[in-house]
């Protein structure tokens, strides 16, 4: 977010001056799989477990 008087930058009380640029990226990329579903799909699908438990039942299945 930035201030009128200045666009762009970061408002005081948001101190970056500690912060390590890409500290937790190896890790989050290692652990991670996003896949993106489609708005229908997604409106059919309310929750990752929902999605996982779909996918297990077609896996189950043979399909």
């Known amino acids: 977010m ?20 890409g500290k937790y990226a ?5 652990g991670t799989n ?3 579903l489609d708005p229908d799909v997604a409106a059919k699908f309310k929750t990752s477990e929902a999605v996982n438990d779909a996918l297990r039942k077609v896996l189950d299945s043979g399909k």
């Open 2 to 21: 930035s201030t009128p008087d200045n666009p762009g930058e970061p408002l005081p009380e948001y101190d970056f001056s500690d912060a390590v640029r």
């Open 26 to 30: 190896k890790r989050y990329a290692e």
């Open 34 to 36: 996003v896949v993106v």
